[in-house]
């Protein structure tokens, strides 16, 4: 919480409707953004929508708690995997699991992810290139927002 008060945001005190279309697409990696809808820092918890392009890829990484999905539009599918998630789909991704998530042919996907927990991306040789937190994934939204003139929406519960 105290990344929160040092960015000048405050808590939402109770019930919250965000407009999506009222926060912006942020930047993650090439061909990838993802759009925060609730960032909890205490638990360490974060609900966003994760847009992929074209052929995107979501890069090796393991999560240190469950992650829930559901996929709003296009098709995709982790490469450790032998199935595919199209509009619809529910995926539950344990704690530990490890993967890469690509998109399937040019079309757009976006899926909500609830993250219940730090996101490990790992480098070639499968140690941790960095961690993803809510308050890396907060810095990240705020950061985009200041520099472009954009008002941040109350976004953390």
């Given at each position: 919480?105290?990344?929160?008060?040092?960015?000048?945001?405050?808590q939402s005190a109770g019930d919250l409707l965000l407009d999506?279309?009222?926060i912006p697409w942020v930047p993650q990696a090439s061909g990838?953004?993802?759009?925060?809808?609730?960032?909890?820092?205490?638990?360490?918890?974060?609900?966003?929508?994760?847009?992929?392009?074209?052929?995107?890829?979501?890069?090796?990484?393991?999560?240190?708690a469950p992650v829930e999905a559901w996929v709003v539009c296009?098709?995709?599918?982790?490469?450790?995997?032998?199935?595919?998630?199209?509009?619809?789909?529910?995926?539950?991704?344990?704690?530990?699991?490890?993967?890469?998530?690509?998109?399937?042919?040019?079309?757009?996907?976006?899926?909500?992810?609830?993250?219940?927990?730090?996101?490990?991306?790992?480098?070639?040789?499968?140690?941790?290139?960095?961690?993803?937190?809510?308050?890396?994934?907060?810095?990240?939204?705020?950061?985009?927002?200041?520099?472009?003139?954009?008002?941040?929406?109350?976004?953390?519960?």
């Amino acid at each position: 919480m105290e990344e929160a008060i040092a960015l000048g945001l405050r808590q939402s005190a109770g019930d919250l409707l965000l407009d999506p279309d009222d926060i912006p697409w942020v930047p993650q990696a090439s061909g990838v953004w993802f759009r925060p809808l609730r960032i909890s820092l205490g638990p360490g918890t974060w609900t966003n929508l994760i847009r992929v392009t074209g052929h995107g890829i979501v890069g090796l990484h393991r999560h240190v708690a469950p992650v829930e999905a559901w996929v709003v539009c296009g098709r995709w599918r982790y490469l450790e995997h032998d199935w595919a998630a199209r509009p619809g789909s529910y995926v539950y991704e344990p704690a530990g699991d490890v993967h890469t998530l690509a998109t399937l042919g040019d079309e757009e996907t976006v899926t909500l992810f609830s993250v219940h927990g730090p996101i490990e991306y790992l480098g070639p040789g499968g140690e941790v290139d960095h961690v993803e937190t809510a308050e890396t994934k907060l810095r990240r939204y705020v950061d985009f927002c200041a520099s472009h003139g954009i008002q941040v929406a109350p976004v953390i519960c």
